[in-house]
C-alpha cells in the first residue's frame, strides 16, 4: 500500500493541505481499485462458467454493506449508494472480459 503522508482533514490549515490530501487520498484509492480489479481476475479465472460472474444477491450485498458502513462514518448512504453501483457493475463487466480472455 501507498505511503500516505498528507495531513489528516482536521490537521489541514490551507487548502493546499487540503488539496494534496485529496490527491494522496485519490493515489490510494487508485491503488485499492487496482486491487479489488485483480480479485476480478482472480473470480474470472475461479469461476467455471459465464453465467457465475452475474450474482445479483452479491452485488445487493456488497452496496448494502458499503452504504451501511459509510453511513456508520457520517458518510451519505445513496452517494455511496451510486458509486458502488457503478464500480460493481464496471467489477463485472470487467470480470466478463476477463472470463471471455481466460478462455479465448
Known sequence: MSDFTAKLPDDCETMIDVRE???A???ALVELLDRRFGYMRAAARIKPTRDAVRDEE???SVINAAVAD?????IPGDVIADI?????E???AY???E???IRD
Do not use: Q, Y
Not at 458502488?84 to 460493481?88: A, G, I, P, T
Open 21 to 23: 490530501g485529496v490527491d
Open 25 to 27: 487520498t485519490d493515489r
Open 58 to 60: 452479491r452485488k445487493a
Open 70 to 74: 459509510a453511513e456508520s462514518r457520517g
Open 84 to 88: 458502488w453501483e457503478r464500480l460493481v
Open 90 to 92: 464496471g467489477s463485472i
Open 95 to 97: 470480470e466478463f472480459v
Open 99 to 101: 472470463w471471455d480472455r
